[in-house]
């Protein structure tokens, strides 16, 4: 990845989306890892913070807005920092540009902003897998939500495209990697 031209700004933008529970989270921190052990100056922004609740999905491309065009430009980028729990947004965060920025979460690849991205990864692992996890971690909190949640996710990257706009695929659940079709 670090070998393809820099696309925003000086950097380079690591898109990993799909469906909740897939495995995204823990392949973004994999990449986190590596790129500290290669002295790559990294973060990590994950989407969970910017969604405008549970119904926030399908507009969080007003939150990429603030965020993505003026890294791209070099200057620092922004967005919203969501309070699950309040209800509401708290505060906004500011990104200056680094040289690896990975952005994960559901609607990280959206289209808009292709041109601005280096690698989009599509992660997916099962159904029933992803539900487990994403109960898991989330606990009851989320359990209310899921169904909900899962039909805008699948409507969002339906309407996005995602799958079919990646550079390359990863099963969650086996971790194996591969080349998208495109």
């Known amino acids: 990845m670090l070998a393809r031209p820099a696309t925003p ?53 007003t939150q990429l807005e603030t965020l993505l065009p003026p890294l791209s ?15 509401r947004y708290r505060r906004t965060v500011q990104v200056a540009p680094v040289p690896l920025l990975v952005l994960e979460g559901v609607g990280s690849g959206h289209p808009a902003y292709d041109h601005l991205g280096t690698v989009l990864v599509w992660v997916h692992a099962p159904p029933a897998l992803r539900r487990a996890r994403a109960l898991a971690r989330d606990g009851a909190d989320y359990e209310p939500h899921w169904e909900a949640w899962a039909r805008s996710e699948a409507e969002v990257l339906a309407r996005d495209r995602t799958p079919e706009r990646a550079d390359l695929v990863v099963d969650g659940a086996s971790g194996e990697v591969s080349p998208a079709g495109r």
Do not use: F, N
């Open 9 to 61: 700004g000086a950097g380079r933008l690591l898109r990993i989306d799909g469906p909740s529970g897939s495995g995204k989270t823990t392949l973004a921190r994999a990449v986190s890892r590596l790129a500290l052990q290669r002295q790559v100056g990294c973060r990590v922004l994950h989407m969970d913070a910017m969604y405008d609740g549970w119904d926030g999905l399908p507009s969080v491309r």
């Open 73 to 87: 430009e070099g200057r620092p980028g922004r967005y919203r920092v969501y309070d699950w729990r309040l209800g």
